[in-house]
């Protein structure tokens, strides 16, 4: 099932891409180019994502994989992580212009970035922020396929944890071509289909939630699926 919905992805995607060209062409390296409000918003996101690493461990080393890079903002951020070291980033995009863009701003040799609708290489972490979000004229039941189907493959290229948001279904403020989502809806299928050991955040002041999800125990017994506590 997954293999035949990311076979069909390049031309559901294919619009996604051009739609994404011209919002960089037009706002340039700035969250606005991806489709974010602002720089404090953009900021916050990142900082509940980085909620995945290791928060017993004053010093980190690891490894990144970055689907749908956009500019790079989340390398930028990581890298100047108080204890964060990144030995190796993978940035992947859809969009040519995001990844010329990447290249051209980013010159750390270890950072490598790709045209891909998926990742190839493995990381310890791997993060998917705001990636979902535009879906345009695709119907949503076959967005959400297209979206397990990703973060399933994902998975596979994934070490350690894997960090994503999407939009909140709950958001008072719905814009067209945009994709909301069921927050507890993929708490469980991270849980049930990644049989990862999950955490639903959602009480930050963004209309959106965030999901953390850790590869299971060396004993192989998970932990349930569960919200932050707020």
């Known amino acids: 099932m997954t293999s035949d919905v990311l076979k069909r992805a390049p031309q559901i995607l294919a619009p996604i ?15 606005k180019g991806v489709l974010w409000k602002n720089r404090e918003g953009q900021l916050l996101r990142f900082e509940v994502l980085a909620g995945i690493l290791d928060p017993g461990l004053r010093r980190q080393v690891f ?41 051209a701003r980013i010159a750390n040799p270890r ?31 076959e967005w959400t396929e297209y979206v397990k189907a990703s973060l399933a493959q994902l998975w596979t290229k994934t070490a350690k944890g894997m960090a994503f948001n999407m939009l909140s279904v709950d958001s008072a ?5 945009l994709y909301y989502a069921d ?16 955490t639903l955040i959602d009480d930050y002041p963004l209309d959106e939630w965030t ?3 850790r590869r299971q125990a060396v004993d192989g017994s998970p932990e349930p699926a569960s919200r932050a506590a707020k």
């Open 17 to 31: 891409a051009v739609a994404y060209g011209q919002r960089l062409k037009e706002f340039g390296a700035k969250p």
């Open 63 to 103: 490894s990144v994989n970055d689907l749908g890079c956009g500019y790079a903002a989340l390398f930028e951020f990581l890298h100047a992580l108080p204890g964060a070291e990144v030995s190796r980033y993978h940035g992947y995009d859809i969009s040519e212009h995001m990844v010329r863009l990447g290249r």
């Open 111 to 141: 950072a490598a970035f790709t045209q891909s609708l998926i990742a190839t290489e493995k990381a310890d972490y791997s993060f998917v922020s705001g990636t979902y979000n535009l879906h345009l004229d695709v119907k949503a039941g």
């Open 173 to 177: 403020n719905r814009l067209d071509g």
């Open 183 to 198: 927050g507890e809806e993929f708490l469980n299928f991270s849980a049930r289909a990644l049989t990862a050991d999950v």
């Open 211 to 213: 999901i953390l999800a």
